[in-house]
């Protein structure tokens, strides 16, 4: 029997993205076994740290204070109490959290799709364009799974949140749908939803927005009964979110200082995020055929937030920007499937084809965190950007919750392994002396401070050792109150501090 053409095309490229995927998946697997370290893997390790030391009261998770922290989230709670329980190491913990926010990534994207297309290809298509469908300049940022960011933080709070996200939007779907939406549903949902915003507060700005799009876009319409039960489970997930005893996630509310940090986000948006244009032309499609089509409220929702954010100078609204990309992306994946013409169909394939290998070839760097760069392509060698050395070498000398005096990169890993550190490397909303913390580091090591000054910085804040580069100023190597321990990577210095 004689196989028409496109079907021949329709399971070639159903074989095809199941492959792709699948050695994708293995390049992850094989990433969470080395586990590079970048960003903020220093203080996620520093709060399971906390965790396994202190459940009820861990206080700061990088300085030695007693204040709350977001980090301190239901995700890294259980983590917490998995070191604990356990006795194992932080950082097979953080590779334990990597494999369940994997798999809930997978599988919550395969959910997803399953909601809108029947297509057994769709779904690995889906996954292919939510990493590969990005920019033709590399990007790395938390919460954004291209393939290169999400190695690095696959660890991370942020990609658990986005795996039970999927799931979110999925189960609000079916429950929409009337398919088992009763009380009990709608009020896990609820709680799922507190848990995302709970885990990661970005993420769970996009999730709202999804599920404000998975609302606004059911067909038929909600009925009355149904649209109590959401209300129901919203208040349900409020409650939880104001009785959360380990921060208060309503006082993160106008909290300043992360403006700057964000304002990259607004730029270079077409090398960053161009390829997902292809998807932009999908929502199009999608928007002709049906005006409130999901994908294209949850686009057109982030998209607004994220212009609100530039025009008014809330640079960390950018953080929305996977709440445009997210239905973008899945859109060019279902799209293929579902436009009518087949020459059409084959034109935006051929379009979708050549981003998705544009994206791969931009992110082939991601290969040397499992291959030895000596062994990559000249080409793809040069993508690669190894990842931060860490502090394992202060370990034999440096005890938990000793005091360690460093600049802020330093500062960022220092207390993965235990120690505190004068100021946070990271900005702390509710730590009320961060502003003298971060002074008292910069005066410390600032050429025109005095030596009496310097040694009263390091009493004041218990200050055992001293962790530096040559050249970054700080008492002199040959001062009576230091004693020169131990030498790290790139001729970093340990001192102890031995007197004044």
Not at 126 to 144: I, Q, R, T
Not at 193 to 212: E, M, P, R, Y
Not at 255 to 260: A, Q, S, W
Not at 307 to 332: D, E
Request: aromatic content about 12%; hydrophobic content about 50%.
């Amino acid at each position: 029997m004689r196989v028409a053409p496109n079907a021949v095309i329709r399971r070639a490229a159903a074989w095809a993205s199941a492959a792709l995927v699948s050695l994708l998946l293995v390049l992850l697997l094989l990433v969470i076994v080395r586990l590079p370290w970048a960003g903020d893997l220093g203080i996620h390790a520093a709060t399971v740290e906390r965790l396994r030391h202190h459940l009820a009261d861990p206080g700061n998770p990088l300085v030695d204070a007693d204040t709350p922290s977001p980090y301190y989230s239901p995700w890294m709670l259980l983590l917490g109490c998995l070191a604990k329980a356990t006795g194992l190491g932080t950082f097979v913990v953080l590779r334990v959290a990597a494999l369940v926010g994997l798999s809930l990534l997978v599988t919550g994207v395969v959910h997803l799709v399953r909601t809108f297309s029947a297509r057994r290809a769709a779904p690995a298509l889906a996954l292919l364009c939510l990493v590969l469908l990005w920019g033709p300049a590399l990007f790395n940022w938390s919460g954004f799974p291209g393939l290169n960011s999400l190695a690095l933080t696959i660890s991370y709070p942020s990609t658990f949140a986005l795996g039970l996200s999927f799931h979110f939007w999925a189960l609000l779907r079916k429950a929409l749908r009337g398919a088992g939406g009763g009380w009990p549903v709608f009020l896990g949902l609820g709680l799922l939803w507190a848990v995302i915003l709970l885990s990661h507060q970005f993420t769970g700005v996009v999730a709202s927005c999804g599920g404000l799009a998975m609302v606004l876009g059911a067909r038929p319409w909600p009925s009355w009964v149904t649209l109590v039960r959401l209300a129901g489970g919203v208040t349900l997930g409020a409650v939880v979110l104001a009785l959360w005893p380990y921060y208060s996630f309503f006082g993160l509310f106008g909290v300043g200082g992360l403006e700057e940090i964000h304002r990259s986000l607004y730029r270079d948006l077409v090398p960053h995020f161009g390829l997902a244009l292809v998807g932009v032309a999908a929502l199009v499609l999608r928007w002709r055929r049906f005006r409130r089509d999901p994908l294209v409220l949850f686009f057109l929702l982030g998209a607004a937030v994220f212009a609100a954010g530039g025009l008014t100078g809330h640079y960390s609204w950018g953080r929305v920007l996977p709440a445009v990309l997210i239905p973008a992306q899945l859109a060019a994946a279902l799209e293929v499937f579902e436009l009518g013409r087949s020459w059409v169909r084959r034109v935006f394939a051929g379009v979708l084809g050549a981003a998705l290998l544009v994206g791969a070839w931009t992110q082939a760097g991601t290969l040397g965190y499992v291959v030895p760069r000596d062994a990559l392509p000249t080409g793809v060698a040069a993508k690669y950007r190894p990842p931060w050395p860490g502090y394992h070498w202060l370990t034999p000398r440096v005890r938990y919750g000793d005091v360690v005096m460093a600049k802020t990169f330093p500062s960022r890993q220092i207390p993965a392994y235990g120690p505190y550190t004068v100021a946070p490397g990271y900005p702390d909303f509710f730590l009320p002396d961060q502003e003298e913390r971060v002074t008292a580091v910069r005066d410390y090591f600032a050429p025109g401070t005095s030596r009496a000054e310097r040694l009263d910085i390091l009493r004041r804040y218990g200050v055992r050792w001293v962790v530096s580069y040559p050249g970054d100023g700080g008492l002199r190597p040959d001062d009576p109150a230091l004693r020169r321990v131990d030498t790290g990577p790139r001729g970093q210095v340990l001192f102890e501090v031995v007197g004044g």
